[in-house]
């Protein structure tokens, strides 16, 4: 066992608590849901990034590089100042859904290089320009350009030509779990000397302010230059500076008369700032004591050299914090690089590696302090102003029971600094690669009764946590216990149990909340994918109308089978689960009876003229209307399918007898289950919501590069809406369908996902496992024309090898030694010191496979880390 695997024992033991630490600062805390006071409701809109220096948060706190406790009760985070930004550099810029051309979006170069599980070893690197940061000239030139334009990012404006910038890396290091070692590089890759604040802070989250009983904590520099804490539920730290410098104490307040014209004393959260940029003496303390600091490092650096500072945060005092620093750091990233030798011990290719463990540091670095108590959010605060009277039936106003004070994984902290129900679930299984406890704690928590609606609703995302998401949790729990068992040698059944019993609730929930007319057709509204639909499916539609939606059925087949696996797992110890098993057996057949024969009235999601599934539009005037539109809603039947192996018949006698009894009872449904009767390889029998024959017709057109194949992957639209978009008319409206492979054209959904042609991960993993469960049934001799029309028959563990190898180059070097991912930029293409620093975005253009959208979403993204990964691990 490594020395990390045994820190990562330790800590599920609870002998030593390696995980108190972490990156759990977010990157956005200002224009949030839980920051958001306002009448409207309007978070991007009450409070900017010029205004959040000045405010204290309620919820959480934000910065470049930063960690916390896993309460997040003190923070460190690195500050910079150039002399010539007009601001403190102590959060990363970006534009509001309103100021990007394509809505929200990060303006910064930052990198997550490295991270083990339990954080002993972190290192990012973030690019700061010498020259005064362009935020107006950012916000005024995405003013002007319009969706169809690209956006105009940080790298267009010059401002790193002639490689003026800074390349400064952050690293930590635990020598125990309470004992942090903090390394800051900064490299000047200019071509002349260039001045530079390096303003290492650590600072409290402001608790006393909305709790009266909470005691103000305080650190202070005594007289031999140590930085004291003292925390009443923290405890007592110390802050070691190995270089002296000057230190700037203020209060992490809210500066009420910057932000709303009040007046007050003291100093406050942008103390630092004000007294840097502005020179304003008072705005820090007189006294070196407060609730924030600052160490400022006030250097010139020159041209190519590199300069190095050290700091120590540990419990208990040390009379000789820098003796051992080096060595302690060198052997934390010499026991990072033999924990993912290890795990990478079968990948030969330097790239992939490389590729990989970017991958894998950006989610371990995506884990965030997440706190919102709906109930206190809607109430207010003692002592504070009472909240607008309009949130008491505004957003979240029906989620009263949540209150979320955990650590999770993020979809990106900066663009989507929160969690989402969907997203949280495919994290779970790279991140289960390299720490399968984490990865089974954040699927267990969304099943809390604090998160989970009383209901059984999974809480989808803080914007509307009554929207809903495809329900994949099942999947990915059955997914992670496998992989978990794998590396242990025995499942937790625990673990499988909790969360299966929770997941009966949510799976009733469906049944009642989405099943329209009780007839097994689900309408699920947009399903996490944005813009997919004809028009915005969680829209009310006109009286009396309403989509029996083929994703969403289908994601509710998946869904069953998954829970019909995991009623036959848990089985193994315990027979009572059989006739769990049997119940989701016999409603699958119910779904996918129900899909061809919607209400016993003959109308079908399958299309036989198209070979396609189609959503349907139930008027108010009884029509049944196609919306004969090809993209990935017709591609999700085929994600229900399952194998059940002979064996599952022999040892689970209950189910078995059931099973023969509904199939004999219910022949017009056992018809409908392909193949049942016929073994496959292995004595194998297939459940499935497509025959051999609709298999092989979805997949002709899946496989088709005029239609959803790309070099890169599967596109989420046919391009055959290219040239020719898809219209449809209803209620005296037209609606325009277009292939659009990068950036949304709408502002359909905040407008800064499109679902109508790029390649998205989590749908892409999910095909490909689907063509490898259903290569398990067939097994070597059945094989497909791949690509369509080319004349190559292959196998569907080879086709969807292939497609994964499509994923994982976008971010791997072709011939030419470049990356598809960047292929947006040629700067950064074909600069050495940004392309091997991988961006791992939302998702990606439909036909040349360069990254759109968010661009630290290594959420899904980080799939690729699982793809790249041997099949047999």
């Known amino acids: 066992m490594n020395s990390e695997k045994a820190r990562l024992e330790e800590d599920h033991a609870k002998v030593k608590n390696w995980r108190k630490f972490g990156p759990y600062l977010t990157e956005r805390q200002w224009a949030t849901v839980r920051e958001d006071y306002s009448a409207d409701g309007d978070a991007w809109g009450c409070i900017s990034h010029d205004e959040a220096r000045s405010k204290a948060y309620r919820w959480g706190e934000e910065g470049i590089g930063g960690i916390s406790d896993d309460e997040q009760l003190l923070c460190f985070s690195l500050g910079l100042w150039n002399k010539k930004d007009s601001m403190l550099k102590e959060r990363f810029f970006g534009l509001t859904s309103k100021e990007g051309n394509h809505a929200e979006d990060c303006k910064e170069y930052y990198y997550y290089l490295d991270s083990t599980p339990t954080h002993s070893y972190m290192k990012m690197l973030y690019k700061y320009p010498q020259a005064a940061f362009p935020y107006e000239q950012l916000r005024e030139e995405n003013k002007k350009r319009t969706r169809n334009d690209p956006e105009f990012e940080l790298m267009d404006t010059g401002i790193f030509d002639e490689h003026k910038y800074f390349d400064v890396f952050i690293e930590y290091a635990k020598a125990d779990a309470e004992d942090i070692l903090i390394r800051i590089t900064v490299r000047n890759m200019g071509p002349k000397a260039a001045p530079l604040h390096i303003l290492p802070q650590l600072w409290f989250r402001n608790t006393w302010r909305w709790d009266k009983s909470v005691k103000m904590p305080e650190m202070y520099l005594d007289d031999t230059g140590i930085i004291q804490i003292n925390h009443a539920d923290l405890g007592k730290f110390y802050l070691f500076a190995e270089s002296p410098c000057a230190t700037l104490f203020c209060e992490n307040e809210t500066n009420m008369a910057r932000l709303y014209n009040v007046a007050s004393s003291g100093t406050f959260k942008d103390g630092i700032h004000e007294y840097l940029i502005n020179g304003k003496k008072t705005a820090v303390n007189r006294f070196p004591r407060g609730t924030k600091v600052a160490l400022n490092y006030d250097v010139t650096i020159d041209a190519g050299r590199t300069v190095v500072f050290q700091l120590r945060l540990v419990r208990n005092f040390l009379t000789k914090p820098f003796k051992d620093f080096e060595a302690i750091v060198d052997k934390r990233v010499a026991e990072a690089n033999e924990f993912y030798s290890e795990i990478q011990q079968n990948i030969h290719d330097e790239d992939r590696r490389n590729v990989q463990r970017q991958a894998f540091a950006g989610m371990l670095w995506s884990k965030q302090f997440y706190y919102y108590d709906v109930t206190k959010w809607l109430n207010g605060d003692p002592g504070q102003p009472i909240p607008p009277a309009q949130r008491k039936k505004g957003r979240n106003h029906d989620w009263p029971h949540l209150n979320n004070a955990d650590i999770i994984s993020m979809p990106d902290k900066w663009e989507y600094p929160w969690y989402a129900a969907w997203d949280l679930a495919f994290h779970t299984i790279p991140l289960a690669l390299v720490d399968a406890e984490f990865a089974k704690h954040q699927l267990l928590l969304l099943t809390k009764e604090w998160y989970m609606h009383p209901n059984g609703q999974l809480p989808a995302y803080e914007w509307s946590f009554s929207d809903v998401n495809p329900p994949v949790h099942a999947w990915a729990t059955h997914r992670v216990y496998k992989i978990d068992e794998k590396q242990r040698g025995k499942g937790d059944r625990k673990f499988l149990e909790e969360v299966f019993h929770k997941l009966l609730l949510n799976f009733t929930w469906w049944v009642n909340k989405k099943d329209h007319g009780g007839n097994n057709i689900f309408q699920g509204g947009f399903l996490g994918m944005d813009n997919i639909g004809v028009f915005d499916r969680s829209a009310p539609l006109a009286p009396g109308e309403f989509i029996e939606q083929s994703d969403g059925t289908s994601w509710m087949a998946m869904f069953t089978l998954n829970m019909l696996r995991l009623s036959l797992e848990l089985a193994k110890e315990n027979p009572t689960y059989q006739s769990l098993a049997t119940k989701f057996f016999e409603h699958f057949l119910y779904i996918a009876g129900a899909m061809t024969n919607i209400g016993n009235e003959g109308i079908n999601l399958w299309d036989d003229e198209d070979e396609f599934f189609y959503d349907v539009l139930q008027t108010s005037d009884n029509r049944s209307i196609r919306m004969k539109v090809r993209s990935m809603v017709g591609l999700i039947p085929l994600f229900a399918v399952e194998i059940l192996d002979e064996e599952v018949f022999e040892s689970n006698p209950e189910f078995t007898e059931r099973l023969e009894w509904f199939l004999k009872y219910r022949p017009d449904l056992a018809n409908l289950i392909s193949r049942w009767v016929d073994k496959g390889r292995k004595q194998r029998h297939l459940l499935s919501l497509l025959r051999g024959h609709r298999m092989k017709r979805i997949l002709k057109r899946m496989l088709d590069e005029r239609e959803f194949l790309s070099p890169y992957g599967i596109r989420a639209l046919s391009k055959v809406y290219e040239e020719v978009p898809f219209r449809f008319q209803t209620n005296g409206s037209e609606f325009t369908v277009k292939y659009i492979p990068g950036e949304s054209d709408s502002g359909m959904f905040g407008g800064n996902s499109n679902w109508r042609g790029p390649i998205w991960f989590p749908v892409n ?109």
């Not at 499509?806 to 700067?827: C, N, Q, Y």
């Not at 600069?831 to 759109?852: K, Q, S």
Request: glycine share 10%.
């Open 765 to 873: 993993y999910l095909l490909i496992e689907s063509l490898q469960r259903f290569h398990q049934y067939y097994g070597e001799d059945f094989k497909i024309e791949h690509p369509t029309g080319s004349g190559q028959m292959h196998t569907l563990m080879e086709i969807a090898d292939d497609l994964s190898e499509r994923l994982i180059k976008i971010f791997t070097k072709d011939s030419e030694g470049k990356r598809p991912v960047f292929r947006h930029h040629p700067a950064i293409q074909n600069a050495p010191d940004f392309n091997n620093y991988i961006f791992f975005y939302e998702y990606f253009h439909g036909d040349n496979g360069r990254g759109v959208g968010a661009t630290h979403q290594t959420g899904w993204t980080g799939l690729v880390a699982k793809l790249i990964q041997p099949k047999n691990q």
